[in-house]
T-cell receptor, first 111, second 113 residues
Framework: DQQVKQNSPSLSVQEGRISILNCDYT??????FLWYKKYPAEGPTFLIS?????DKNEDGRFTVFLNKSAKHLSLHIVPSQPGDSAVYFC??????????FGTGTRLQVFP | SQTIHQWPATLVQPVGSPLSLECTVE??????LYWYRQAAGRGLQLLFY??????ISSEVPQNLSASRPQDRQFILSSKKLLLSDSGFYLC????????????FGPGTRLTVL
């Protein structure tokens, strides 16, 4: 049972435009959500997180939106840059010290 | 600042050989420690996690085991590797009782032939 789902395996966006990566979850007990960025042959890098008591968190070009009623979160990257090309994982936690990861979305930003 | 180390970076092993991957964390005490595997084309699968020395929880029954002999050392082992053990192994840490944000090491690429 995949509790965290990233239904788009890949996304292609032009440089300067907005990238929107989506993530859906099924467990209503999740109360903390994160996004990680991963380059090939490297460990994931933490990008941004959001607690379930908020619906938006912003850090520079990155904004995470949480819609609890829809059990959906998204990561917006504005403006997209070629260096943003990577695999993005969303993850969720239910206060158990464990994260449940999605399967990832490969973002490609082209000139 | 905290840093996490993994070695080796890459490893090629024959089927049936033993395995030992090591992970150490610096700059923090009493961390939660985790082992993940990323198989080709798949997400991150949690293999083991530990909340303290000698305390190991296994998430997936498999050919692997983990040990935590010291507070900031986490070891992933196997007595006999299988072809299906090939993958990218990642160690991560988080603050005990913190926000659950995990920080990952650089990973080990294991190829079993």
């Amino acid at each position: 049972d995949q509790q965290v789902k990233q239904n788009s395996p890949s996304l292609s966006v032009q440089e300067g435009r907005i990238s929107i990566l989506n993530c859906d979850y099924t467990n209503s007990m999740f109360d903390y959500f994160l996004w990680y960025k991963k380059y090939p042959a490297e460990g994931p890098t933490f990008l941004i997180s959001i607690s379930s008591i908020k619906d938006k968190n912003e850090d520079g070009r990155f904004t995470v939106f949480l819609n609890k009623s829809a059990k959906h979160l998204s990561l917006h990257i504005v403006p997209s840059q070629p260096g943003d090309s990577a695999v993005y994982f969303c993850a969720a936690s239910a206060d158990t010290d464990k994260l449940i990861f999605g399967t990832g979305t490969r973002l490609q930003v082209f000139p | 600042s905290q840093t996490i180390h993994q070695w080796p970076a890459t490893l090629v092993q024959p089927v049936g050989s033993p395995l030992s991957l090591e992970c150490t964390v610096e700059g923090t005490s009493n961390p939660n420690l985790y082992w993940y595997r990323q198989a080709a084309g798949r997400g991150l699968q949690l293999l083991f996690y530990s909340v303290g020395i000698g305390q190991i929880s296994s998430e997936v029954p498999q050919n692997l085991s983990a040990s935590r002999p010291q507070d900031r050392q986490f070891i992933l082992s196997s007595k006999k590797l299988l072809l299906s053990d090939s993958g990218f192994y990642l160690c991560a840490w988080s603050v005990l009782g913190g926000t659950d944000t995990q920080y990952f090491g650089p990973g080990t690429r294991l190829t079993v032939l």
